[in-house]
C-alpha cells in the first residue's frame, strides 16, 4: 500500500485545512485509516482513525471537536478536516493504514511521507 498526504500548509490560528491521503496498492475499503502527527522534539502521537465502513471514529481528546476524518473509498482517499486550529496543532501530520482498529502507531503497517502543518499565533 502507498500512501500520498498532502494538504499541509501555513496557517493563522483559527483557521481550516483539509488533509488528503490516497491510497494505492491494494483495496483500499479493508483498510482501517488513521491519522497520526509529530511535533518538533515530540513523540508520534494520534491524532484520530476511521473503521472500513466509517462505523467506527476515534479522536485524540485534544482535536475532539475540532478535527473530523472521513473517507470515500470510491476515491481510495482519507481525509482529516481541521478547524478552529491552535498553535499546538502545528506538526507533520502522517496518514496510515492498518487492519486493526487501534491508536498505537504500532498497529499500522503503512504509512504516507507527511505533510507539514504550521499555526501561527
Known amino acids: 500500500v502507498q500512501l500520498q498526504a498532502s494538504g499541509g500548509g501555513l496557517v493563522q490560528a483559527g483557521d481550516s485545512l483539509k488533509l488528503s491521503c490516497a491510497a494505492s496498492g491494494r483495496t483500499f475499503g479493508s483498510l482501517v485509516m488513521g491519522w497520526f502527527r509529530q511535533a518538533p522534539g515530540k513523540e508520534r502521537e494520534f491524532v484520530a482513525l476511521l473503521s472500513r465502513i466509517s462505523t467506527i471514529t476515534e479522536y485524540a481528546d485534544s482535536v475532539e471537536g475540532r478535527f473530523t476524518i472521513s473517507r470515500d473509498n470510491a476515491k481510495n482517499t482519507v481525509y482529516l478536516q481541521m478547524n478552529s486550529l491552535k498553535p499546538e496543532d502545528t506538526a507533520v501530520y502522517y496518514c496510515?493504514?492498518?487492519?486493526?482498529?487501534?491508536?498505537?502507531?504500532?498497529?499500522?503497517?503503512?504509512w504516507g511521507q507527511g505533510t507539514q502543518v504550521t499555526v501561527s499565533s
Open positions: 496510515a493504514a492498518g487492519s486493526r482498529v487501534a491508536i498505537t502507531s504500532t498497529d499500522y503497517n503503512y
